[in-house]
């Protein structure tokens, strides 16, 4: 289906300046050294990055990943999957619940072209899984996920998961690949040594869930989880095989105080619209260009910022007396998101710009795939 807008030329090789507003962009140097750190991290360790693409929905941000050591990638939704197998990615995990005969049968249809792995956490979807998959002659890899103390999916560590796990085991087209479990209630806790206590606490049940699998002869190749306010916990946990962080890339507003090992690197570039009294500046950037579930975004380079306030295509931005901003009409401001993955999903495309200029005009291949 054509977009019903014109596409805006290629800008490309146009300096930020000259972009029209509100755009995303990434910082191309920020975003490299995101990677390298992250990738440092993980040389000579056990466990791997598998990196969440939720985060950026953009295949060319995944290919960078890939090439500095990521081993495959994680995706929350199967429309996403099919969006990076259609780019060429071919080990996927949908860290989520494939349920309902119709996404049943699109997995299938993935799995024909990608090797896919998704979680399951329920003895009748199991079954419906199984059955799909003897039907098309597949044999499809399972995580049996495990609630490790986030209260979303999966089911209590020990017993439970030990029942669905030999259920898994006993499905003649299913792999029991392994384990999930995401400590996603722990990954903004601001205290870096409470935060490893608890996640270390919370991650005990989970790998005895994983010993007690091995001692009924049930082999665990895979303990998947982690996200980027706890990828050094759980990624140097014995016996966690896979980290799923997605958010080290951009590092939005609301990780930058708990991850200062990254830098932002994804920006709202925005437009100063109105001026209407020194104390308060309105920007072309509202709710509809960065979301406000975690908050307000940060505003880059301008002192004495009192407060942010989005309305749906306005953000307003209130100045504290005394400030020094003398911005006009037409000046630019940027605006570090409060949550880079939400915020990706209402945009086409991505710049990606270093020093100033538009190196290139990434599409957000994923963007809108929650189906
Ligand atoms: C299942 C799962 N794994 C991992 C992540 C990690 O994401 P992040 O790196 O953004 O914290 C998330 C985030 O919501 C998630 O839902």
């Known amino acids: 289906m054509a977009p019903c807008y014109p596409d805006p030329p290629d800008a490309t090789g146009l300096a930020v300046d000259e ?13 490299e050294r ?25 295949p060319e941000i995944a290919r960078r990943q890939l090439a500095a050591g990521a081993r495959g990638i994680t995706c929350a939704k199967l429309s996403e999957a099919e969006v990076f197998a259609a780019a060429g990615f071919d080990d996927i995990l949908i860290a989520n619940q494939i349920v ?10 993935l799995a024909h072209r990608a090797r896919v792995t998704v979680a399951v956490d329920d003895q009748e979807n199991i079954a419906a899984l199984s059955e799909a998959a003897q039907r098309e002659g597949l044999r499809l890899p399972v995580l049996v996920e495990v609630d490790i103390g986030m209260g979303r999916c999966g089911v209590a560590p020990g017993q439970p998961a030990l029942a669905l796990a030999r259920m898994v085991a006993d499905a003649p087209s299913l792999e029991l690949a392994g384990l999930m479990g995401y400590e996603g209630h722990l990954v903004l806790v601001r205290d ?15 790998i005895e869930t994983r010993a007690l699998l091995e001692r009924e002869g049930l082999p665990v190749r895979v ?149």
Request: glycine share 10%; charged share 20%; hydrophobic share 40%.
């Open 192 to 206: 870096p040594a409470e935060r490893k206590a608890r996640v270390e606490a919370a991650l005990a049940p989970l």
């Open 34 to 58: 995101n990677l390298a750190t992250m990738a440092g991290f993980f040389a000579g360790r056990p466990a791997h990055l598998r990196p969440h693409v939720k985060t950026h929905k953009c």
């Open 100 to 109: 309902g005969p119709g996404k049943v049968a699109r997995l299938m249809a």
């Open 223 to 371: 303990v998947s989880g982690g996200g980027t306010g706890t990828y050094d916990i759980t990624g140097a946990y014995p016996g966690v095989t896979e980290i799923q962080a997605g958010s080290y890339v951009f590092v939005d507003a609301t990780y930058r105080p708990v991850r200062p090992e990254f830098e932002p690197s994804l920006f709202i570039l925005a437009t100063v619209i109105s001026r209407p009294d020194p104390g308060r500046l309105v920007v072309d950037a509202g709710l509809k260009a960065t979301t406000g579930e975690f908050g307000p975004p940060q505003v880059v380079g301008i002192e004495g910022v009192e407060s942010v306030r989005l309305s749906e295509e306005h953000g307003r931005i209130a100045l504290a007396e005394g400030h020094t901003a003398t911005l006009r009409p037409g000046d630019r401001v940027r605006l570090i998101p409060s949550h880079c993955c939400t915020t990706v999903n209402l945009h086409d495309r991505l710049h990606a710009v270093r020093r100033g200029i538009v190196e290139a005009v990434w599409p957000v291949a994923a963007r809108g795939c929650s189906w």
């Open 19 to 31: 972009l029209d507003t509100p755009a995303l962009l990434v910082d191309l140097d920020a975003l």
